[in-house]
């Protein structure tokens, strides 16, 4: 262990470097109970005083949905601040998926990772796709590139990456393959919000990219998500989809669903956008202070960043390997007993589940670095007001297990 870090906690340092018996070592069961809990998040939200004025507007002008000016006014500032062309808001990012994969008539099988929230995959099972699923890479815990080939079919039509905890997929590699096999590429950016890679926006690649704003996201609407649109006849298609398929007051064009964000969380929104900045570098903050606390422990391994020049700090997931003294599963068991609440994100895999096992790729052993990762990782919690305090309690647990 690098001692470096432990002379930033004084009072904890001589109990970890000489031998203390486990009696008194022991935390009261008293004090524990006293403890405030840590989640693995809390969303960041807008002042209440702030948000009040936006409602009264909402109460005065009485629209609710369907486009309203708050609607119309963050899908522009978003555009704006994501560097991409166009954004259409949905209520969700499952929805936004969906839509995604209907407005460009994806059939037969999309090939897709097991490393991620069920959400990817369910998305094409409503869509009635069939899911191929390939291996992750070690490094990006991202579809592995160098496997997507083998996977292809005759039926193959799409493939469905993960930007995986806001870590950018090797895009250029995944788009060559894909145009050599005239393939459709949509990327799940749920985890991605504001990430840039060397070419800008990370959300610029591919056919489509998604978004989702759900309450645990760096940026929330309570609920929501988006589709990032690379022109405005896309836009204007996906807008119709999104409201049943409405051109005008009579005329209905396609089979939509209805999808429209709120004119509440597009006040929510409104008002998140303007303090997000801050709000992404508090999150590095943590994640720069957790890296240089577990640099040197034996056995954690901290997943790196990959391709991102401009990072969002969504996520803080580490590996528990087999040189650290307790295993994934007793590590999760020893935060809960000190009131902390990592999530095993994600365990198990989406492939794993009874609706997915079924597919001959989702047979565990075409899947071993998933697998093991899915068995190995913790997400340690990560927010902006997560008080220096608090994310001592995080790391302090970790030590006490070596």
Request: with cysteine; hydrophobic share 40%; charged share 25%.
């Amino acid at each position: 262990m690098d001692n470096r870090f432990l002379n930033s906690f004084p009072a904890q340092r001589d109990a970890y470097l000489e031998p203390v018996p486990p009696e008194e070592c022991a935390e009261p069961p008293a004090s524990l109970a006293q403890l405030e809990p840590i989640y693995v998040t809390r969303p960041h939200l807008p002042a209440l005083d702030e948000l009040l004025p936006e409602l009264e507007g909402i109460w005065e002008r009485a629209v609710l949905t369907n486009n309203g000016p708050l609607h119309q006014r963050l899908e522009r500032k978003l555009a704006k601040y994501l560097d991409v062309p166009y954004v259409s808001l949905f209520l969700s990012g499952t929805t936004a998926l969906m839509t995604a994969l209907q407005y460009l008539n994806v059939q037969g099988e999309v090939i897709t990772t097991p490393y991620s929230f069920v959400a990817t995959s369910h998305a094409l099972l409503w869509n009635r796709l069939t899911p191929v699923f390939v291996d992750i890479d070690a490094a990006t815990l991202n579809l592995d590139p160098a496997k997507l080939e083998a996977a292809i079919t005759a039926d193959t039509t799409a493939i469905l990456p993960v930007h995986c905890y806001g870590n950018p997929c090797d895009v250029a590699a995944i788009q060559e393959i894909a145009d050599r096999h005239d393939l459709k590429v949509i990327y799940d950016a749920a985890h991605a919000f504001g990430v840039n890679d060397d070419r800008g926006s990370i959300l610029a690649h591919g056919d489509l990219s998604t978004l989702s704003f759900h309450a645990t996201k760096v940026f929330n609407t309570f609920e929501g998500g988006a589709i990032v649109c690379r022109d405005a006849a896309t836009k204007k298609r996906i807008d119709r989809m999104k409201n049943f398929g409405f051109v005008d007051e009579t005329t209905v064009v396609a089979a939509g669903i209805n999808g429209k964000l709120s004119e509440f969380s597009a006040a929510v929104g409104l008002l998140a956008l303007d303090s997000i900045d801050g709000a992404i570098a508090q999150r590095g903050e943590v994640d720069r202070r957790y890296r240089e606390a577990l640099a040197g422990v034996r056995g954690i391994s901290c997943v790196p960043r990959a391709r991102q020049r401009r990072d969002n700090f969504a996520y803080f997931p580490i590996l528990v390997g087999s040189e650290f003294p307790r295993n994934r599963d007793e590590l999760y068991e020893a935060f809960v007993e000190r009131r902390v609440f990592p999530r095993k994100y994600f365990y198990p895999l989406i492939s794993s589940h009874q609706m997915y096992s079924h597919f001959p790729s989702a047979d565990e052993a075409r899947l071993p670095v998933a697998s093991a990762v899915a068995e190995s990782v913790l997400c340690l919690p990560i927010y902006p007001d997560l008080s220096t305090e608090n994310q001592d309690r995080v790391i302090d647990t970790i030590l006490r297990a070596v």
